[in-house]
């Protein structure tokens, strides 16, 4: 896909979390660089990688800087890290599985001219085998929330999933409630003006809770489909998905938590605490719970 035009933003900085994340970091590099006009320098917020991968693409290319964040911080904290270090107008956030297709780079900067309140923009995301994962979505109300986690796994149809997911639709450029955090354009003034992504979250739900805030403070999330990544896979979380499954409930409580703060809703919130706790309970013995709810056309990506 080529995009036609003369003033392109100069100068992007991207930000990318590493945990040994083997070969796929040269991958990402190699890609990004195909990806636009505009030159890109890259900084690794590491979190303790003990592969050599973030050690070799700094001595393999003059414009990649490693900052080491001192132990496993999580994503979010991590990217601060590395956005805090950035001068350019403009930051990419990414995870280092992911492939740029040519051009969609510059399909993202271009879009940043269409909308001028744009804090964050974000690809279309695609699977190896070529699959759209619905990577811009709706917050999640309570209701929709509740719906999608019960029975997103088993009835992929379910209305509380579709609405959440947006995945039905022909995709199109277009505002969203939040954008998925594994590859990112944000406007770092408008990044740094929310305090970039919460830290109390270690891994999961920090994309959604920054979409939401940055919403709040009159800017807007931007799905620019004309781009297009394909995420490789969650090589980091793959290593210890009990864990990590464990992570994305605590996240997805602290949400709420937050969401519905208050003695008002001190019983709901404990009923969505026990009703996480035994979601999270079956999930050790249904490992389609564990996968994530689906979402449709056969697509069956975790969520």
């Known amino acids: 896909m080529a995009v036609d035009d003369a003033n392109l933003v100069t100068g992007v900085t991207a930000v990318v979390v590493t945990y040994s994340p083997g070969e796929s970091l040269e991958k990402f590099i190699d890609s990004i660089r195909a990806a636009g006009r505009s030159h890109v320098s890259i ?6 990688s003990t592969d050599g991968a973030p050690e070799a693409a700094v001595a393999n290319h003059d414009d990649v800087r490693l900052l080491a964040t001192g132990s496993n911080l999580g994503y979010g904290k991590a990217a601060n890290r590395g956005v805090a270090e950035v001068d350019s107008d403009w930051v990419v956030i990414a995870n280092p599985d992911i492939v740029w297709e040519p051009d969609s780079l510059d399909a993202l900067l271009a879009a940043t001219r269409r909308w001028p309140r744009a804090a964050a923009l974000g690809p279309m995301l695609r699977t190896p085998s070529g699959e759209i994962y619905p990577s811009a979505r709706t917050l999640p109300s309570l209701g929709r929330g509740i719906g999608h986690a019960a029975f997103g796994w088993w009835w992929p149809a379910n209305p509380w999933s579709r ?5 039905r639709a022909t995709p199109v450029e277009r505002t969203a409630g939040w954008l998925s955090g594994s590859c990112l354009l944000v406007r770092k003034a408008a990044f740094d003006g929310v305090g970039g992504f919460d830290p109390k979250y270690f891994m999961y739900f920090e994309d959604l809770d920054l979409g939401e805030r940055l919403a709040r403070a009159g800017w807007l999330n931007v799905y620019v489909p004309s781009a297009v990544v394909t995420h490789t896979g969650s090589h980091a979380t793959s290593r210890q998905p009990e864990k990590m499954n464990a992570e994305h409930h605590r996240s997805a409580y602290l949400y709420l938590a937050g969401r519905y703060a208050g003695r008002r809703n001190l019983i709901l919130r404990l009923a969505l605490r026990l009703g996480l706790a035994a ?19 056969g697509r069956g990506v975790k969520s």
Do not use: E
């Open 279 to 297: 979601r999270l309970r079956l999930a050790g013995t249904v490992s389609r719970v564990s996968g994530g709810a689906r979402y449709q056309h």
């Open 163 to 167: 609405s959440y997911q947006q995945d």
């Open 43 to 48: 900084v690794l917020a590491d979190n303790g």
